[in-house]
């Protein structure tokens, strides 16, 4: 018998005619609760609370596990541990949705040097007649003195209809030596689209082929996340069958032409006229845009099912854009050595002098490469998504409600900035980072992250931990000792990476010249604090250089320039992968490096 | 209301809401009807007798025309100009219906020269693991120690799974330096497939790539004789509407695809086996497979879309093949002077020697071309489908029950050979040339074919007209002086075309070495008759060398060889073109070859 489910405070309402998993129900009716464990019950995010149901909904071990008495008592539960059958009103908390994140998309604007792939050329024949019997083709290349000139079926299929429609004129795109478009006029300026699609989010760049401007920037969620937060959750997903695959596939695609579709209405411009497209990921974004399988991915050695630069064409991907338009993407170097590193590298115009830099791009997984005595080594270590609010009580994104940063007086007062200004109900990454720094600079916890029990600092929070509270009332939000060691484990894998690195190249602390951090993460965070935890190693504050979303930035420069392509082609063969789990006493470096 | 209409004898039925065109009818119940005018009423091929109708059906202008008074009161109508809207019961003679005609697939059988497009091999390769990280695609390059090797996304998507299905074995076809096709196997011959298609038929040939032969061939009709039995008939249909010219590319298609799955089935092989194509065919044809627009072919100056060689995917055709299959087309010239011709002159090995050479292909329009003094020069001559029977009153293409041989002994007695050795129904190419031959050198017609009156040899045909008589009874078979006619206006465009090259280039009749005739009449002709009614210069019948179909020949040897496709480019472009109907003095030249 079909039943409704009513979801509150939202109003939308989903028939269903069989049992429902209320996490699957809520993405039907389109609503994106988080899940970062990729609904296996354990990461305690997608709360939900049942308001009205003919059945009884008994508290799973997993609902007992991350819900209060009371708040069980109240109805609420785990959407992803729950079976709807019957009709039902749930009410879905606002902490309990993927809210429109601070989506960086900025990066630092390099002066983009214009060399793009494609070429357009009016032209205007002499009409054909008895004495000049060439084809149309051959026509179009004479006049574009290109003998070499090659076209697909399609465009050759449109030239004569468009030459004797329009007084034998016809606007031509190349791109190379290849016709890739033909149209009756031309267009004011071909567009271009830089993507960065990262595990969090997709970073979109509308470029002017014709000035290389970026005409408008655009970030929307990764719509992965709603089947898992972090990479392996997905992969996993992935696994499991072919559709799932699929879905993944589908979802980044739909979201880039969504994206692109905004910002051309926003400028006034066709979706249509993007000629060419940059994309740009992690591996297994990468692996996912392209449609590429990930299964191998998934397990140790991690091998990609392919490392080259390549250049599918847009309409095979289902990208929206000139139907002959390509897409170039970028080379990865690993299984977790992506072309959004590369384009992070090159952004950072790494391989273009001699001096010793760290490059650092901190997410859930965190590529750091150092470039020292005529080589560039890259690393990947898993940070995890603690930086992300994730594995956190309190965890959150950079959202309206989330704590931003925090600021712990000598007497052990707390002062806080909250995104939106408004009541804090969580707190994202920069604000763990200071909180965990000014915890061990006031001397309140020890080198291991503990809090030292004699200055009588915690509170028992809800679960009835020991927790510091950084907010009081009702929602107050605190860090128990868990979530300490959730941020030292995090921030120990990037800096044994690091390291490994300058024990890799030899390299002293002293003799870095610069240290670049990229991503969204990387710009909020204060340097001060993340080598006050020891995240990096100690060097003067004028030598960290933040750069934003890099990887963007590197998107751009490729999308503009072809030469800028081979020269980041390059720079991914010059580049060194070390594969951290084989160094030498690489748990010693962790262990070391999990220390505050 | 919904009626039915009934095809005897072939005991079809339809049934039908709206009132339907008797030849759209017919088409509909799956008896292809000959219309060699495209449905418009004037070619009178058509015939049926409606045995039942509700309906009266009076006689239009051109059942007038076409049809004895005896005739149109039996109920024998012209199917296209029959409009049928309640049940009826239609007889189809035998002779309205295209039957299947000799089709001729052997041609002259070259030693194929082997250097196909594609390579396979079986490789092996070393398991991925912790130090040896590279990814899938870059390991199977290795072991090919090809490292430029490129391909496309959906190979790329295929290869991890059957490395880690298949023990990291996978067998590689490679065309360039291009994958297309992976799998776990080898196949144990690649093929190929060469295709002929003509204006009235298709010619196939199933190869095997490994050594070069023709393991079966197969002839089919053109199903576009449908939409007109000439090409310009054709080419009308086409313009009317984007979808009649999807229409005919279908059809072609579709009947390709069907040739090659029977062929297949025939050798117990499989469609997905066949990993190159090469398809010939006259320009309008080329352009139909291809699906390029044909309405600049259709009227003066008869452009044609594209004349370059083109290698399009056979899956953009909707070719039945290996997914990763290519098609070699090559190169047109002009709008008459297709890649048949070309094919044709590379299988007779044009260009390979200083000998002075006429080469023919003689059919609805005749090519022409003239190698002497360092130069080949072609052109296309509208000889219109006489030969093939059409536009003569019982002509008929070369089946069953057609004169396909005549002799006129010195005393005016008659001896007839019949396809089938069955009654005659009519007359093909070979027997009209013959019976006019004769006529002429019996001296019972004069230089300009007119019957001599005082030879008394004439009887009236059923329409009242004085006509020859081949043979006796109820379906007598006759020729009448508009028959004969329509044979010299024919003979006297091809004669044209050979005087004018010969006038170009300077040549004598008694310089030329050799004349090479390709195509179905040519080889069923008598050149002795051919040269009697002065359709050919006189040269010593041994100079005169029968090829049959060379078009397909030249296909084989371009499908299984890619030097052979380069030296046939090199061949089309050394192709000199001559307008001819820019020729000074052409009317004259075509005044002078009417003349038997």
Same mark, same amino acid.
């Given at each position: 018998?079909?039943?409704?489910?009513?979801?509150?405070?939202?109003?939308?309402?989903?028939?269903? *005619?069989?049992?429902?998993?209320?996490?699957?129900?809520?993405? !039907?009716?389109?609503?994106?609760?988080?899940?970062?464990?990729?609904?296996?019950?354990?990461?305690?995010?997608?709360?939900?609370?049942?308001?009205?149901?003919?059945?009884?909904?008994?508290?799973?071990?997993?609902?007992?596990?991350?819900?209060?008495?009371?708040?069980?008592?109240?109805?609420?539960?785990?959407?992803?541990?729950?079976?709807?059958?019957?009709?039902?009103?749930?009410?879905?908390?606002?902490?309990?949705?993927?809210?429109? !994140?601070?989506?960086?998309? @900025?990066?630092? #604007?390099?002066?983009?040097?214009?060399?793009?792939?494609?070429?357009?050329?009016?032209?205007?024949? @002499?009409?054909?007649?008895?004495?000049?019997?060439?084809?149309?083709?051959?026509?179009?290349?004479?006049?574009?003195?290109?003998?070499?000139?090659?076209?697909? /079926?399609?465009?050759?299929?449109?030239?004569? !209809?468009?030459?004797?429609?329009?007084?034998?004129?016809?606007?031509?795109?190349?791109?190379?030596?290849?016709?890739?478009?033909?149209?009756? #006029?031309?267009?004011?300026?071909?567009?271009?689209?830089?993507?960065?699609?990262?595990?969090?989010?997709?970073?979109?760049?509308?470029?002017?082929?014709?000035?290389?401007?970026?005409?408008?920037?655009?970030?929307?969620?990764?719509? !992965?996340? +709603?089947? %898992?937060?972090?990479?392996?959750?997905?992969?996993?997903?992935?696994?499991?069958?072919?559709?799932?695959?699929?879905?993944?596939?589908?979802?980044?695609?739909?979201?880039?032409?969504?994206?692109?579709?905004?910002?051309?209405?926003?400028?006034?411009? $066709?979706?249509?006229?993007?000629?060419?497209?940059?994309?740009?990921?992690?591996?297994?974004?990468?692996?996912?845009?392209?449609?590429?399988?990930?299964?191998?991915?998934?397990?140790?050695?991690?091998?990609?099912?392919?490392?080259?630069?390549?250049?599918?064409?847009?309409?095979?991907?289902?990208?929206?854009?000139?139907?002959? +338009?390509?897409?170039?993407?970028?080379?990865?170097?690993?299984?977790?050595?992506?072309?959004?590193?590369?384009?992070?590298?090159?952004?950072?115009? $790494?391989?273009?002098?001699?001096?010793?830099?760290?490059?650092?791009?901190?997410? &859930?997984?965190? *590529?750091?490469? /150092?470039?020292?005595?005529?080589?560039?080594?890259?690393?990947?270590?898993?940070?995890?998504?603690?930086? #992300?609010?994730?594995?956190?009580?309190?965890?959150?994104?950079?959202?309206?409600?989330?704590?931003?940063?925090?600021?712990?007086?000598?007497?052990?007062?707390? *002062?806080?900035?909250?995104?939106?200004?408004?009541?804090?109900?969580?707190?994202?990454?920069?604000?763990?980072?200071?909180?965990?720094?000014?915890?061990?600079?006031?001397?309140?916890?020890?080198?291991?992250?503990?809090?030292?029990?004699?200055? #009588?600092?915690?509170?028992?929070?809800?679960?009835?931990?020991?927790?510091?509270?950084?907010?009081?009332?009702?929602?107050?939000?605190?860090?128990?000792?868990?979530?300490?060691?959730?941020?030292?484990?995090?921030?120990?894998?990037?800096?044994?990476?690091?390291?490994?690195?300058?024990?890799?190249?030899?390299?002293?602390?002293?003799?870095?010249?610069?240290?670049?951090?990229? %991503? +969204?993460?990387?710009?909020?965070?204060?340097?001060?604090?993340?080598?006050?935890?020891?995240?990096?190693?100690?060097?003067?504050?004028?030598?960290?250089?933040?750069?934003?979303?890099?990887?963007?930035?590197?998107?751009?420069?490729?999308?503009?320039?072809?030469?800028?392509?081979?020269?980041?082609?390059?720079?991914?063969?010059?580049?060194?992968?070390?594969?951290? &789990? /084989?160094?030498?006493? $690489?748990? /010693?470096?962790?262990?070391? %490096?999990?220390?505050?």
């Amino acid at each position: 018998m079909a039943f409704t489910i009513e979801f509150q405070p939202l109003g939308l309402r989903l028939r269903s *005619e069989n049992n429902l998993n209320a996490l699957d129900a809520a993405r !039907q009716a389109g609503i994106d609760i988080m899940a970062v464990c990729g609904g296996e019950g354990t990461c305690g995010k997608c709360l939900i609370q049942i308001l009205k149901s003919k059945s009884t909904h008994k508290p799973t071990i997993a609902d007992q596990k991350h819900i209060s008495p009371d708040r069980l008592k109240a109805g609420f539960r785990l959407a992803c541990m729950t079976t709807l059958d019957s009709d039902s009103k749930l009410y879905v908390p606002a902490t309990s949705i993927l809210e429109n !994140q601070i989506m960086q998309t @900025e990066g630092e #604007e390099h002066n983009i040097d214009l060399h793009p792939a494609i070429n357009q050329t009016q032209i205007s024949l @002499e009409k054909a007649h008895l004495k000049d019997l060439v084809s149309d083709f051959t026509r179009v290349k004479k006049a574009l003195d290109k003998p070499g000139l090659k076209a697909d /079926l399609d465009i050759l299929r449109k030239i004569p !209809q468009i030459l004797r429609k329009n007084a034998w004129c016809v606007n031509v795109i190349t791109r190379g030596d290849q016709i890739i478009h033909t149209q009756e #006029e031309k267009i004011s300026a071909p567009l271009g689209l830089a993507v960065d699609v990262g595990s969090t989010k997709i970073a979109c760049y509308l470029i002017d082929l014709n000035t290389g401007k970026t005409l408008t920037a655009k970030g929307t969620p990764n719509p !992965q996340i +709603a089947y %898992g937060e972090d990479i392996m959750a997905r992969l996993a997903f992935a696994m499991q069958s072919d559709n799932n695959a699929q879905t993944l596939n589908d979802l980044t695609i739909s979201a880039i032409n969504d994206t692109a579709e905004s910002m051309c209405r926003r400028v006034n411009r $066709f979706v249509e006229e993007i000629v060419d497209l940059c994309l740009v990921g992690n591996t297994a974004m990468h692996h996912f845009f392209l449609n590429l399988p990930t299964a191998s991915l998934a397990v140790s050695p991690f091998i990609p099912a392919v490392t080259d630069p390549l250049y599918p064409p847009a309409k095979d991907l289902g990208l929206a854009a000139m139907p002959g +338009a390509g897409v170039y993407a970028p080379p990865v170097k690993a299984g977790f050595i992506g072309s959004d590193h590369l384009a992070f590298l090159y952004a950072a115009q $790494f391989c273009k002098d001699d001096r010793t830099r760290l490059g650092i791009d901190i997410g &859930t997984n965190t *590529e750091i490469a /150092l470039q020292a005595k005529g080589k560039i080594v890259s690393v990947s270590t898993a940070s995890g998504p603690a930086f #992300e609010g994730a594995h956190i009580a309190y965890g959150m994104r950079a959202a309206p409600g989330a704590i931003e940063h925090v600021c712990i007086d000598p007497n052990g007062q707390t *002062e806080i900035d909250v995104i939106g200004s408004q009541e804090a109900i969580g707190i994202c990454g920069s604000g763990i980072l200071d909180a965990v720094a000014q915890l061990r600079q006031r001397g309140l916890i020890n080198k291991r992250g503990r809090f030292l029990k004699e200055k #009588e600092i915690t509170k028992n929070d809800p679960q009835g931990n020991p927790a510091f509270f950084l907010s009081d009332g009702e929602n107050a939000v605190s860090l128990s000792q868990q979530d300490i060691d959730q941020i030292l484990l995090a921030k120990g894998a990037i800096r044994a990476g690091i390291d490994i690195l300058m024990d890799y190249l030899a390299v002293e602390p002293a003799e870095i010249d610069e240290v670049v951090i990229a %991503g +969204a993460f990387g710009s909020y965070m204060l340097p001060e604090h993340a080598m006050g935890i020891g995240m990096l190693p100690t060097v003067p504050l004028s030598r960290i250089k933040i750069i934003g979303n890099a990887a963007g930035a590197g998107a751009r420069m490729m999308l503009a320039n072809i030469y800028a392509r081979k020269e980041a082609e390059r720079l991914a063969r010059s580049i060194e992968y070390l594969e951290l &789990t /084989l160094y030498p006493d $690489f748990a /010693l470096y962790y262990a070391n %490096g999990i220390r505050a």
